[in-house]
């Protein structure tokens, strides 16, 4: 039973996010009633093949970011309330956070060769140095400065979910799983906040957004699942 429930769990999750995108493309003040739904669904998924979410310490904290990441969805969907947005920024900041103490854990023998972390993060500094000259200083108003440290953590997360390549254990885990979800994350976050500082909040460009979010997270879900399926 508990089999069963477990690969349905991700039918219901693929199911309410397209469900999500619709609500967000014709009727967009009914997506409170989908889109805070995911990561839940997410959480349950692991719950159900977990029987100790506090072993090792990387797991109780990337649990933790989830929290985090669902208190950010609830926030995030008064968009346009500044209290809200500020709020919901650092919430995945913190989200961001607790994913790279996860992938930190991991396996620390690799950061002994740290040359993948530090490419990869000259890369993340330029790409986001070209996108906030994109969305312009004018744009950005107030929040260009928030903006710009949660950045800098989302640099960090995907910097040592690139760096998981080194590890001779989670080499394949970080190619199939947590690399692309770190990357789609972030390919997410600029469209988000494109739309929001630079084309006006269209609700129906969105759609582009909360796709790429659900994939990014379940990816990286997925890929924790695989790293402590033998806890």
């Known amino acids: 039973m508990e089999e069963f429930l477990h690969k349905r769990i991700l039918v219901i999750y693929w199911f309410v996010l397209l469900l999500s995108a619709g609500f967000l493309y014709f009727i967009p003040r009914y997506v409170v009633l989908a889109e805070p739904l995911l990561v839940p669904i ?22 933790i970011g989830l929290f985090l990441a669902f208190l950010g969805d609830v926030l995030q969907i008064v968009i346009n309330n500044e209290i809200f947005f500020i709020s919901s920024l650092v919430a995945f900041m913190l989200m961001n956070t607790c994913y790279s103490i996860s992938f930190f854990s991991m396996d620390r023998k690799m950061y002994r ?35 710009i440290l949660y950045i800098c953590t989302l640099c960090v997360m995907i910097s040592l979910a690139v760096s998981l390549i080194n590890s001779e254990s989670y080499k394949k885990t970080a190619k199939h799983w947590l690399m692309p979800g770190a990357i789609i994350f972030m390919i997410q976050n600029m469209l988000l906040a494109a739309n929001l500082f630079r084309f006006g909040g269209d609700s129906k460009f969105y759609v582009l957004t909360v796709i790429p979010y659900g994939v990014a997270q379940y990816m990286i879900v997925k890929g924790m699942q695989e790293v402590w399926k033998e806890y």
């Open 113 to 147: 060769r740290p040359w993948l972390f530090l490419a990869s993060s000259a890369i993340l500094v330029i790409i986001a140095w070209f996108f906030i000259r994109f969305l312009g200083d004018n744009n950005l108003g107030d929040y260009k400065m928030p903006l």
């Open 42 to 63: 997410l959480l349950l998924y692991l719950f159900l093949k977990d029987n100790n979410i506090g072993k090792p310490f990387g797991k109780l904290i990337f649990f």
